[in-house]
């Protein structure tokens, strides 16, 4: 298996692992009438995540983004380094 191959892999693995715990905090976040989409992970593992329906100008979304989403990430799938919000 060549370099990229294998880089390629474990970027997928990383992203399913990614998604599925967005998907097990998305239901918290759509019962306050919000969702969020998943953007991408950077080369250096930067979570970015766009936030919509009512997480779009709540004052409370900065907290969510880090105190829900990233502490969760952080703690599940620990090479993520940080959660970034996209617009």
């Known amino acids: 298996m060549s370099e990229q191959t294998s880089a ?4 997928a ?6 998604a599925a715990v967005l ?4 239901p918290a976040i759509q019962s306050d009438g919000g969702d969020m989409e998943l953007v991408e992970i950077t ?3 930067v979570v970015r995540i766009r936030l919509l329906g009512a997480c779009v100008g709540c ?3 900065t907290i969510t983004l880090q105190m829900g989403i990233e ?4 703690e599940k799938v620990p090479e993520v380094v940080a959660v970034e919000q996209v617009h």
């Open 71 to 74: 502490r969760n990430l952080k």
């Open 23 to 26: 998907e097990r905090i998305r």
């Open 43 to 45: 080369e250096g593992n």
């Open 13 to 18: 693995t990383l992203h399913q692992r990614v």
């Open 59 to 61: 004052p409370s979304s």
């Open 8 to 11: 390629s892999n474990e970027t």
